[in-house]
């Protein structure tokens, strides 16, 4: 495992990283949990992210108590959570200074924990001011209940705000983005952002790297019985990834599906290499329900020598999507 920046920062993140979203909750509990981290962290993965929406808090109660299970040294990991979606309350959800607050207290508690390392604004707010949620993300540093913050889904334009509001009062400002990137899904990380990166060292922590499993190559003939797409909660992922437009993106997973296989690996292992090729990645999350998964999945770090300047134009061409 190597380890790259979070941007400009100094802290170090595993170049592959464990998520809760979908599984923690949903698909198993603390014991398959402790065990899947486990193989993770014995693989050297350092990250694990979570959020205070994913499965209405569930997800961080489960990784909390896993974690005081493992009774690893506090200072070998990372942990991080996201504040937004916190409840049906008026002030439960967005980012007001009030919710803010309320929210990592309430995360800390769920996960056991004295800190998060990282802590992202789940979504931009347009109903609060950008300045309330830079004062607000401020204070949980101050008080040092994270170590950096940063924000997921915001557009280049509302980063920039915020960064630019916390540079003239002297405030801590987002240090990393976590958008969704992987070969369907570019346009943030390879054309919005390039100026972040350089103007202000921005990280990136990059999710649903197999959109959300389709470039595994597992539904290019059908939804296998106990896959993601068969769970309840998750009927709104089916309708997008297998609808008309779904059924596109299939031909091209198959067409991919060859050339892995011409050179010498999976489809999975071509689709998360792909990802780790982009130096403005700072870690790609993995999501899990089984160790197996996971240990098969931690095999494409092998496989990032073999995307040559010829296969990532083969790859170009089926994509046909470079924004």
Not at 153 to 163: D, G, L, V
Not at 191 to 208: A, C, F, K, V
Not at 300 to 311: F, G, Q, Y
Request: net charge neutral; proline share 4%.
């Amino acid at each position: 495992m190597e380890y790259r920046h979070l941007g400009k920062a100094g802290v170090k993140v595993s170049e592959l990283s464990l998520g809760a979203w979908v599984t923690y909750g949903h698909q198993f509990g603390v014991e398959e949990a402790k065990e899947i981290m486990a193989a993770a962290y014995a693989a050297g993965v350092n990250f694990f992210d979570n959020a205070e929406a994913y499965a209405s808090g569930q997800a961080e109660i489960i990784m909390g108590k896993a974690l005081k299970e493992l009774g690893w040294a506090r200072k070998d990991y990372l942990i991080s959570t996201k504040i937004f979606w916190g409840g049906d309350g008026p002030n439960d959800k967005g980012l007001s200074y009030k919710h803010i607050i309320e929210g990592v207290n309430a995360s800390l508690k769920r996960l056991q924990l004295e800190y998060v390392d990282l802590l992202f604004a789940h979504r931009p707010d347009p109903e609060t001011p950008i300045e309330e949620t830079v004062f607000a993300f401020n204070q949980v540093i101050r008080e040092g209940k994270a170590f950096y913050w940063g924000t997921s889904e915001w557009s280049a334009a509302e980063i920039m705000r915020a960064t630019d509001f916390a540079r003239r009062n002297n405030l801590r400002p987002p240090s990393m983005e976590q958008p969704q990137y992987n070969m369907f899904e570019r346009a943030k990380v390879e054309q919005e952002y390039p100026p972040l990166y350089d103007e202000m060292g921005l990280g990136t922590t990059i999710w649903s790297p197999l959109y959300g499993g389709l470039l595994t190559g597992k539904y290019n003939d059908g939804i296998p019985a106990g896959s993601r797409l068969t769970v309840e909660n998750y009927a709104w992922l089916k309708d997008r990834m297998l609808g008309a437009e779904g059924q596109k993106k299939i031909e091209k997973v198959r067409a991919l599906s060859k050339l892995a296989t011409a050179i010498g690996t999976t489809t999975t292992h071509l689709a998360l290499a792909w990802c780790l090729k982009n130096p403005r990645v700072s870690t790609v999350i993995l999501g899990a329900s089984r160790v197996e998964q996971l240990q098969e999945n931690l095999k494409s770090l092998a496989i990032v020598e073999k995307l040559t300047p010829d296969v990532m134009t083969e790859i170009e061409k089926i994509l046909n999507n470079r924004p």
